[in-house]
C-alpha cells in the first residue's frame, strides 16, 4: 500500500467513527428523553406485569382456572406495582417530578396537584 491509499482508509474511517459517534449520541439522547416520563425499570416491569396478566386470561378463555403459581405472582406483580409507584411518586420521584411540570398547565384537564408534596418548609 502506498501512503495515498493509507490516508484515503484512515479518512474513511474517521468518517465512519464520526458517523457512529452521531448515531450512539442521538440513540442515547432519545433514550434520555423516553426515560424523563417513565423509567425503563417501570416499562419493563409493566410489561411484564401485562404479559402474566395476559396468560391469566388465556387459561380463563379456555374454560379453565388460572393456576395458584400465576395467582401467586399475579399478587406479587400488585404489590411490587404499588412499591413502584410509591417510590416514583415520593419527593424527588420521576413522577412526582413529571407530576409538578404538568401541575403549571392551566389546561389539565384533572387536578395533578392534589397529589403533589408541599415543598418544606426552610429552618431559619
Not at 402474566?52 to 382456572?65: A, T
Request: charged content about 35%; glycine content about 2%.
Amino acid at each position: 500500500m502506498n501512503d495515498t491509499t493509507i490516508l484515503a482508509e484512515l479518512n474513511r474511517q474517521a468518517r465512519e467513527l464520526a458517523t457512529i459517534r452521531q448515531l450512539v449520541s442521538s440513540i442515547a439522547k432519545s433514550l434520555h428523553d423516553a426515560e424523563s416520563e417513565v423509567p425503563e425499570k417501570m416499562r419493563r416491569f409493566m410489561n411484564y406485569m401485562h404479559d402474566v396478566h395476559d396468560i391469566k386470561f388465556m387459561y380463563e378463555e379456555l374454560g379453565h382456572q388460572a393456576p395458584q403459581y400465576l395467582l401467586r405472582e399475579l399478587e406479587r406483580c400488585d404489590d411490587r406495582f404499588r412499591q413502584l409507584l410509591k417510590e416514583l411518586h415520593d419527593a424527588g420521584g420521576t413522577f412526582e417530578r413529571v407530576r409538578r411540570e404538568m401541575a403549571k398547565d392551566p389546561e389539565n384537564r384533572w387536578d395533578h396537584t392534589r397529589q403533589l408534596t408541599k415543598p418544606k418548609e426552610s429552618e431559619e
